[in-house]
């Protein structure tokens, strides 16, 4: 390629999407965790755009999947639950890449095509030209063991720690593609457990490194898990932590890094089983905040934007920074434009669906929580109802880890009565059919005392 060619296909930027799975946003210094985990995401958050307050839309691998590769909530891709293949006749962030004249590559955990232990189809693939994948990539690996599958459905197996050897794909992937534009989705397991035996297998040299050292307290006042696996959590995000240090400075070492986007998200939290039998699919922040920062571009000095933004939302951002027109079928908005600060008209609440522990959905403002559920519907077999009872409502002011719930209480009536219309007019948005919410039942006078008390320690 000569250099005119070089210089002009830069002009597009390269695009990187660096998804972990699990992680909670405090497991972040610059959200408060004090274990020092973090520093490479840290300094992107600081010298990029840090999203302060950025939420999943689905709190469960492939539902939140589905939105992250279409714009779309998970009821209109179809992926409500797990288990449901991505649609093939639903267009892709790929496919806009593709058309715009960028390489793509998928690296990681697809989670799209319930294949689980068998290779990905082409078909199923979402368009992406290049792929070293596995469908569910915690069934056909392990933590020293990383095996995917190439293009040609060939058995991959990859050396080191599993964060290690798809990091090390990663980096070939970029200096093989240096100069053309590329937008490549590098899907890490980590932090998510290792479902056959419900661990959390750090790197050896941090099994045991974190330990006791900090749980956040809703952890602390709930139990659950946290005791036994915080430990193993941990050295997890350190070692992804490590590999973002790796990729950035990849991209440093090839002059990229200021012509390349990153995005680091992830699909969604983990409450260590405090909130429900397993580990995410709950309204409570601990399930559904994910921390989230961007660099390069438009968003090298970006600074932190403190509107509500959710993972619907990250499709038509990277479209609009890589000067691709966003599709007016997408549900999720650019954020560009609260980078650039411009007057812009942003809601003040995201809106969470949920699945597979009930079927339920969700609002959530800087200081309300509110959360429904349909009691007579499946949770895996039913994606919507036309009758939800209300569940949880919570006072993130007064109450920001979510202990103390309010619904019921005639003294928070009217504000969720407000907020049952905001949610109402968010689920007919996302294409669902107008529910009737019913009102929790009363609480009781002795369940007023003991909040009163619990709100007075």
């Not at 955990?109 to 290049?130: D, I, M, N, S």
């Not at 680091?264 to 989230?292: A, L, M, Q, W």
Request: glycine share 8%.
């Amino acid at each position: 390629m000569t250099g005119a060619a070089v210089k002009q296909s830069r002009k597009q930027p390269n695009v990187i999407v660096f998804f972990t799975d699990q992680q909670r946003w405090d497991t972040t210094g610059i959200h408060g965790n004090p274990l020092g985990l973090t520093p490479n995401f840290d300094m992107l958050a600081r010298y990029g755009t840090h999203l302060e307050y950025a939420f999943t839309c689905q709190p469960v691998c492939g539902p939140a999947r589905s939105c992250l590769q279409t714009g779309l909530y998970a009821t209109k891709t179809g992926c409500f639950t797990n288990g449901i293949p991505l649609r093939q006749d639903l267009p892709t962030i790929a496919q806009y890449f593709n058309e715009a004249g960028y390489e793509t590559g998928y690296i990681g955990k697809w989670h799209l095509a319930v294949t689980r232990t068998e290779p990905v189809p082409e078909h199923l693939r979402g368009g992406y030209k290049y792929w070293l994948a596995a469908d569910a990539l915690e069934h056909t690996s392990d933590a020293y063991n990383t095996v995917l599958y190439n293009n040609d459905n060939e058995f991959v197996k990859l050396p080191g720690y599993r964060v290690d050897a798809m990091t090390d794909a990663a980096i070939r992937y970029i200096d093989e593609r240096k100069d053309r534009p590329f937008f490549l989705f590098l899907s890490y397991l980590e932090p998510h457990h290792q479902n056959r035996r419900d661990d959390y297998p750090a790197p050896d040299v941090y099994r045991d490194a974190y330990t006791s050292r900090w749980v956040p307290p809703d952890m602390a006042a709930l139990g659950g898990t946290a005791h036994q696996q915080l430990g193993g959590y941990y050295g997890m995000v350190k070692r992804l932590d490590e590999a973002l240090g790796r990729v950035t400075d990849a991209l440093k070492s090839l002059d990229l890094k200021e012509e390349t986007i990153i995005l680091f998200t992830s699909d969604h939290g983990s409450h260590f089983k405090t909130r429900n039998g397993e580990y995410k699919r709950s309204c409570h922040d601990s399930s559904i905040r994910v921390p989230t920062a961007l660099y390069g571009s438009c968003f090298t000095g970006g600074g932190t934007v403190r509107e509500l933004v959710s993972l619907v939302d990250f499709v038509p951002t990277l479209l609009d920074a890589a000067g691709i027109e966003i599709p007016g079928h997408m549900q999720g908005r650019s954020i560009v434009p609260l980078v650039k600060r411009e007057s812009v008209d942003w809601p003040d609440d995201v809106f969470v669906q949920i699945s597979e522990s009930q079927v339920g959905r969700a609002i959530r403002t800087k200081r309300w929580k509110y959360s429904v559920s349909a009691p007579d519907k499946h949770p895996t077999r039913d994606a919507a109802s036309e009758r939800y009872v209300e569940e949880f409502l919570y006072d993130l002011h007064a109450d920001p880890y979510e202990l103390i719930n309010l619904v019921g209480f005639e003294s928070h009536r009217e504000t969720a009565d407000r907020l049952r219309e905001r949610l109402i007019k968010r689920m007919i948005e996302a294409g669902e059919a107008e529910p009737v919410i019913e009102a929790a039942p009363p609480k009781a006078s002795n369940q007023r005392k003991v909040l009163e008390h619990e709100q007075n320690e």
